[in-house]
């Protein structure tokens, strides 16, 4: 059973931006945190963006604060990342998944989708 589907990945030149939108099963939207983590290439996964299931607290990563942003949609069950001023260093695998607990450490969270693409050019 899915519970977390990606979407709104692309390719897009530096300065750009892209949304990305994650679609959560009703029972995981109205019962879990949700969070963005990417993976480049070689590179270990990363932190991105957490959002509490009131969606009045959220977090990010330094690198990407102040340029992306993470909300939470309710009449969607959709938690949505709003990504501006895109770098190259940006690309990577993005990650949408959920926890029980408000937290930015991979290990925490319960569900993962499948992951999109985002590829920023110079």
């Known amino acids: 059973q899915v519970q977390l589907v990606e979407s709104g990945g692309g390719l897009v030149q530096a300065g750009g931006s892209l949304r990305l939108s994650c679609a959560a099963s009703a029972r995981v939207f109205r019962s ?3 969070a963005w983590f990417r993976q ?6 990363d932190f991105v963006a957490r959002i509490s299931l009131s969606g009045t607290s959220t977090a990010y990563a330094d690198s990407v604060r102040g340029r992306f942003t993470i909300s939470r949609d309710n009449a969607k069950n ?5 990504l501006n001023s895109l770098k190259p260093e940006d ?3 993005y990650y949408c998944a959920a926890a029980r607990t408000l937290s930015e450490r991979s290990y925490n969270y319960e569900y993962w989708g499948q992951g999109t693409q985002v590829t920023v050019s110079s």
Do not use: D, I
Request: glycine share 6%; proline share 6%; hydrophobic share 45%.
């Open 78 to 82: 959709t938690v949505v990342l709003q």
């Open 32 to 34: 879990y945190a949700l």
């Open 91 to 93: 690309t990577a695998v």
């Open 40 to 45: 480049a290439p070689g590179k270990e996964q």
